[in-house]
T-cell receptor, first 112, second 110 residues
Framework: NAGVTQTPKFQVLKTGQSMTLQCAQD?????MSWYRQDPGMGLRLIHY???????DQGEVPNGYNVSRSTTEDFPLRLLSAAPSQTSVYFC???????????FGSGTRLTVV | AQSVSQHNHHVILSEAASLELGCNYS??????LFWYVQYPGQHLQLLLK??????LVKGIKGFEAEFIKSKFSFNLRKPSVQWSDTAEYFC????????FGAGTRLAVHP
């Protein structure tokens, strides 16, 4: 049981480049979420999904896209990276009302 | 709108002191509340959770939290902290989506 797996662990992008942060879980969790963590601001919810084919915006969705074609995977896409998107990104999954969210180990993204 | 707020941003304690970190939530519907801990350079780990039932919840590492519905609060407590409790603590709430407070940095000095 690998839990929540995020790739890559580190990434440097140039302004305007696009990329996809990968997130996969093997616990058959319905709910998955993406967060960004910035100093002094805690974790802010970017997008979340309550099941395959269903996604919704969180607190800070601008500049990010998601899709959920399978229960296991929930990729986060940056279409045109900006320096303001420099952050640590965490993916999490859960079965609501049963247990807490399980977090991945994070992706540290730097946009130059 | 759903929100979670943490009162203390930085807390400094000596070993063996008691700890209480404040958390207030604001949203309707099903109450799911959590406390997570993040040690330096690591991801978030679940300390404890509240879904329903006994409002006093015991978690790992000697932490506990009390859900007070009338005050919309879910404060974290530990009777005697250790140096190894130095970390950042996050309160979170929600059902469909989990929203976090800004976090509290705890430093415990020997």
């Amino acid at each position: 049981n690998a839990g929540v797996t995020q790739t890559p662990k580190f990434q440097v992008l140039k302004t305007g480049q696009s990329m996809t942060l990968q997130c996969a879980q093997d616990m058959n969790h319905e709910y998955m979420s993406w967060y960004r963590q910035d100093p002094g601001m805690g974790l802010r919810l970017i997008h979340y999904s309550v099941g395959a084919g269903i996604t919704d915006q969180g607190e800070v969705p601008n500049g990010y896209n998601v899709s959920r074609s399978t229960t296991e995977d929930f990729p986060l896409r940056l279409l045109s990276a900006a320096p303001s998107q420099t952050s640590v990104y965490f993916c999490a999954s859960s079965i609501p009302g049963v247990d807490g969210y399980t977090f991945g180990s994070g992706t540290r993204l730097t946009v130059v | 709108a759903q929100s979670v707020s943490q009162h203390n941003h930085h807390v400094i304690l000596s070993e063996a002191a008691s700890l209480e970190l404040g958390c207030n939530y604001s949203y309707g519907g099903t109450v799911n509340l959590f406390w997570y801990v993040q040690y330096p350079g690591q991801h978030l780990q679940l300390l404890l959770k509240y879904f329903s039932g006994d409002p006093l919840v015991k978690g790992i590492k000697g932490f506990e939290a009390e859900f007070i519905k009338s005050k919309f609060s879910f404060n974290l407590r530990k009777p005697s902290v250790q140096w190894s409790d130095t970390a950042e603590y996050f309160c979170g709430g929600g059902y469909n989506k989990l929203i976090f407070g800004a976090g509290t940095r705890l430093a415990v000095h020997p």
